[in-house]
């Protein structure tokens, strides 16, 4: 009995401590688990705002593209239409030296008489509008 009166407070402490690291160890997990949650629902938050502003800069980049496109595309019809009127402005400028250098020809020809005023006539019959 002397032996129980000496390890009964032992005995006691022991199951007390055993009792509290128990219930010490229960509210841990529960912290634990309460912050592993916490911590899931903030990067599920941020994972989901991610693919937010990625699809947002895809949406950005495909408008710029576009944007971009448009641009090119009036810049190519800009250089046509410069190319256009080069070309046109040519003709009609090779067009009046031709057609200068033969009026002078006609002319040079009447005036040393190679070219009749009948045969000049007949010639602007059959090109009426020059």
Do not use: C
């Not at 994972?47 to 710029?64: F, G, P, S």
């Not at 045969?119 to 602007?124: A, M, N």
Request: cysteine-free; glycine content about 4%.
């Amino acid at each position: 009995m002397e032996y129980v009166k000496t390890f009964l407070p032992y005995l006691v402490s022991i199951f007390t401590a055993w009792l509290a690291y128990r219930e010490a160890t229960k509210k841990y997990k529960l912290e634990l688990d309460k912050l592993e949650q916490s911590h899931k629902n903030d990067l599920e938050k941020l994972m989901k705002q991610h693919e937010i502003d990625i699809e947002n800069l895809k949406e950005k980049h495909k408008l710029e593209m576009e944007m971009k496109d448009k641009e090119y595309q009036h810049e190519i019809e800009m250089q046509k239409l410069k190319s256009q009127s080069n070309i046109e402005e040519k003709n009609k400028e090779l067009e009046g030296n031709a057609l200068y250098g033969v009026m002078g020809d006609v002319f040079k020809d009447l005036i040393s008489g190679k070219i009749t005023k009948s045969q000049l006539e007949k010639l602007q019959k059959q090109f009426p509008q020059n």
